[in-house]
């Protein structure tokens, strides 16, 4: 049976050379083309100023997949990316982040949302004082020029400087700005723009791996794409006295547009849990 996404073009809201990274898995797992229309995707949002929330992650990427049915009307299918790095909450020293691709289908009612979280990145934050001699070698832990930095005043953190290509561009730009800052400080920190950071460009290929994977299932019964695990369901009885247990019990599978579902045991064949995860026997 012929994959119905195959020789099919998928729209991609980039402005940042995205179709490098995904182009690769959606034609290799799909044999589907990835074709990317003009867009203004900056619109609605940069890398440059705060760091988005998750939540709104996606409905930024639905957003932009919607901007591409505008801009290709003969296109059923729309691809669209957003990433959020920094410092995680939780471990407040550790850079990480979290890659989403939203993919949708408007012709079959697909709507699928990949997430990819990893600590693959190079994304930093610095204050340095006019004429620092710790600036060229924090420049160069940062990977630049092969990856991407924005350099911004301290006390005004609203008009960050990009597309600087030069280590002395770099620090002309953090004299200047450290100058005119409250604090004397200027701000480098990382530009994570996909075309900038090819540690990024990595993240994004694994995910578009994942979701062009996911996308290659059909569903048993209605032979939509899309077919896989939607959630599962606690409760794998303890093994010393049977009780349910917050251990998962079934993994089910389904399909987002028919509604079929069949939950399956776990993959790694346990019918019981530990006792020592068992509430009723400690
Ligand atoms: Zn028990
Ligand atoms: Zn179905």
Redesign the pocket.
Same mark, same amino acid.
């Given at each position: 049976m012929v994959h119905p996404y195959a020789n099919q073009r998928i729209g991609l809201a980039t402005m940042h050379g995205k179709e490098c990274a995904l182009a690769a898995p959606f034609r290799r797992v799909l044999g589907a083309r990835i074709v990317v229309p003009p867009l203004d995707t900056d619109a609605l949002g940069t890398f440059s100023g705060e760091v988005p929330r998750p939540d709104a992650l996606v409905e930024t990427a639905l957003l932009k997949a919607e901007m591409v049915f505008e801009a290709m009307p003969d296109v059923d299918c729309a691809l669209a990316s957003e990433g959020s790095y920094g410092p995680i909450e939780r471990l407040p020293l550790v850079p990480g982040g979290v890659e989403l691709l939203a993919f949708v289908d408007r012709k079959h009612g697909i709507r699928h949302v990949e997430t990819m979280a990893t600590h693959r990145t190079t994304w930093r934050l610095q204050r340095f004082a006019k004429g620092d001699p710790d600036r060229l070698l924090a420049l160069k832990g940062m990977g630049f020029p092969r990856f991407g930095v924005f350099v911004v005043c301290s006390s005004d953190m609203s008009r960050p400087i990009k597309n600087l290509a030069t280590v002395d561009e770099v620090i002309a730009a953090m004299d200047r700005e450290a100058e005119r800052s409250q604090d004397g400080l200027a701000v480098l920190y990382s530009d994570m723009r996909a075309h900038k950071n090819p540690m990024r460009m990595l993240v994004l290929r694994a995910a578009g791996f994942r979701l062009a994977k996911r996308l290659q299932r059909l @569903?048993p019964? *209605?032979h939509?794409p899309g077919?896989g695990p939607i959630g599962s369901r606690r409760g794998l009885p303890c093994e010393a006295c049977g009780e349910p247990t917050h251990w998962i019990d079934f993994e089910i599978d389904g @399909?987002s547009? *028919?509604g079929?579902a069949v939950s399956r045991p776990r993959k790694d064949g346990r019918r019981t849990a530990p006792r020592r995860s068992c509430k009723a026997c400690r």
């Open positions: @569903c019964k *209605c939509a077919y @399909c547009v *028919c079929h």
